[in-house]
């Protein structure tokens, strides 16, 4: 397994190179962003160079969802930049929405006013569109289930769904992100779940519930989830989206170490 870093929330008190020097000191593989768009990638990228840490994924559009026909087009020119950017700095995951989000409200777009069937259907045949930026590319793309207690209305509101949109579109190079953090809030049974969403998961993130905070601090117990994922053999992308509780980053990573051992 490999061990990535969200720097949305960790030292978020520090300048985004200085995040992935701390990523690095704290033994991570990896850092992942939210949108590129707002940060100086190449100031980043130079910390990353002099750190030997590497951006793993971020968002692949900041606009618009795929439930929407009315919002593709702008979805795939938002995603064609992405990729681009992506390639340029050696990312290989680009992080995709259901919908459009107002950040940091945590609200979506007006729905469209089609059938929830409709819906469904704009979301494969965009995703299919998607697909064909990325091909031949070392870049997967990864669909983001949300829950919809904190963002309401999300179409892709947990596993479920985002594995039925993998297995639809059928391709090696879509894949879903299986939160615990999201599951736990929407639909629970979070071993279940993720035995069932292996096959199609390129990443698991880590966060406790309630509070968003390192994996020591609520109901999820992760000791548990790892020997989950080391029985099923799997070896892929652990990404810690985690909100450190008080603002005490060490004791954040003290407990993901802790747990997760590297």
């Given at each position: 397994m490999k061990y990535s870093a969200s720097m949305k929330f960790l030292w978020a008190d520090l300048p985004l190179p200085d995040r992935a020097r701390k990523a690095k000191e704290n033994g991570f593989d990896s850092i992942e962003l939210w949108d590129w768009r707002s940060e100086d990638m190449a100031a980043l990228q130079d910390a990353?160079?002099?750190?030997?840490?590497?951006?793993?994924?971020?968002?692949?559009?900041?606009?618009?969802?795929?439930?929407?026909?009315s919002m593709r087009r702008e979805l795939l020119d938002n995603l064609a930049e992405s990729v681009e950017v992506a390639v340029r700095h050696g990312a290989d995951q680009?992080?995709?929405?259901?919908?459009?989000?107002?950040?940091?409200?945590?609200?979506?777009?007006k729905p469209p006013p089609?059938?929830?069937i409709e819906q469904y259907i704009s979301c494969v045949e965009g995703v299919k569109e998607a697909v064909k930026l990325v091909e031949g590319k070392n870049i997967t793309l990864i669909l983001e289930a949300i829950?919809?207690?904190?963002?309401?209305?999300?179409?892709?509101?947990?596993?479920?769904?985002?594995?039925?949109m993998c297995r639809a579109v059928d391709h090696p190079q879509v894949q879903m992100s299986f939160d615990c953090f999201h599951q736990q809030l929407v639909a629970g049974r979070i071993t279940e779940n993720l035995i069932a969403s292996l096959p199609y998961t390129g990443r698991v993130d880590v966060a406790n519930v309630p509070g968003r905070h390192q994996p020591d601090v609520g109901e999820i117990d992760y000791s548990y989830i790892l020997k989950v994922l080391e029985q099923?053999?799997?070896?892929?992308?652990?990404?810690?989206?985690?909100?450190?509780?008080?603002?005490?980053?060490?004791?954040c990573v003290k407990a993901i170490r802790s747990i997760f051992k590297f």
């Open positions: 990353c160079d002099e750190s030997d840490i590497y951006i793993s994924g971020f968002f692949g559009h900041s606009s618009g969802g795929f439930r929407d026909p680009l992080h995709m929405f259901s919908d459009g989000i107002r950040r940091p409200q945590g609200e979506i777009m089609i059938t929830r829950n919809t207690v904190h963002v309401p209305g999300y179409f892709w509101e947990d596993a479920a769904i985002t594995v039925e099923h053999n799997y070896n892929g992308m652990i990404t810690f989206e985690t909100d450190p509780l008080n603002g005490d980053n060490e004791a």
